[in-house]
């Protein structure tokens, strides 16, 4: 366990979705405002390895908690498969290293689920992370993301360097991304489902069959994990961050609709890729090593979302 009181944290990405909340959340547990540290892309391009060096001289962290990242759903990932790949390896690759150069405390990397294999077997289990390859609409993302596992392993054996690796599933929750192009699946059908209903539609698209399973987390549940490691966990094997629970795409968009107020049908469009066929996190290991178990109730969490959405864009409240 580390006094987080008396230590200077950087969180890269800490103005995002899920820093956001977790700089609350670190806060809540003892982390001085003053020393509590969230860098801009404005201020440090953290692809370039002279910007990583900058922002350590600038900054002189005890404590890196990386969660930075370019990403996106399954039409971002199939558009910009290299770019994710170089951006997410570049990013941590510089970090770790100049981590390792100035002696930082310790490295938090939050990695992935994608990097999980296609056909993992239900719950994942941290074991089955290498027993094969990923699903391959976001393999890139992914495998970029495993890589900075096995970096931070390499040097906490030759340099001891104490780095943790996280690996949170979907998130969910207000304040998302609802960028039509770069949503994930929970914002971008909200939004869809949404505007359909204001404007009368009689029906909605949706990508793939609805066969395929998710798990999701909402970003309070996450940012609370995340600050419980960064204190207390400091073993070098990867955990899962979850909610331990599965709802196909076709449940969850019938959620959705009646959450909302759409009233229309909802059409498969069985062209589209269904991306990973299941997804749900054995998250025993989490529970175990940092005392977290998630609090937030799936439907409620949904509503929240909804909400949110509704207040930032103006429109009728759902009914």
Request: net charge neutral; aromatic share 10%; proline share 6%.
């Amino acid at each position: 366990m580390i006094d987080l009181s008396a230590k200077r944290i950087v969180v890269t990405g800490g103005l995002g979705f899920l820093g956001r909340r977790l700089t609350v959340q670190l806060r809540e547990m003892g982390a001085a405002d003053e020393r509590l540290l969230t860098p801009s892309i404005e201020q440090f391009d953290l692809t370039r390895e002279g910007d990583v060096e900058r922002m350590y001289e600038q900054l002189r962290p005890d404590v890196v908690i990386h969660l930075a990242a370019e990403v996106g759903g399954i039409g971002a990932n199939r558009a910009q498969p290299g770019r994710f790949f170089y951006a997410n390896m570049a990013m941590g690759l510089h970090l770790i290293e100049h981590a390792r150069r100035r002696g930082i405390e310790k490295f938090v990397q939050v990695g992935t689920i994608c990097a999980y294999p296609k056909f993992t077997p239900v719950p994942f289990r941290e074991e089955e992370l290498w027993n094969g390859y990923p699903e391959e609409t976001n393999a890139p993302y992914g495998v970029a993301k495993k890589a900075l596992l096995v970096m931070l392993q390499a040097y906490r054996q030759q340099y001891g360097l104490n780095g943790i690796y996280l690996l949170p599933v979907n998130l969910y929750g207000p304040g998302d991304n609802f960028h039509p192009e770069t949503s994930h699946v929970i914002p971008a059908l909200i939004r869809k489902l949404v505007e359909a209903r204001d404007r009368g539609a009689a029906e909605v698209e949706v990508w793939g069959t609805g066969r395929a399973s998710r798990e999701f987390l909402y970003v309070d549940d996450c940012a609370r994990a995340l600050a419980l490691a960064t204190r207390d966990y400091d073993d070098p094997e990867p955990v899962n961050i979850g909610a331990g629970f599965e709802i196909t795409i076709a449940e969850l968009v019938e959620k959705l609709a009646r959450l909302t107020g759409f009233r229309g049908r909802l059409v498969w469009n069985t062209e589209k890729p269904d991306g990973q066929p299941r997804r749900c996190l054995d998250t025993s290991r989490a529970e175990k090593a940092f005392g977290f178990r998630a609090s937030m109730p799936f439907d409620e969490g949904l509503r929240r979302t909804i909400e949110w959405w509704e207040s930032q864009r103006g429109g009728a409240p759902a009914t």
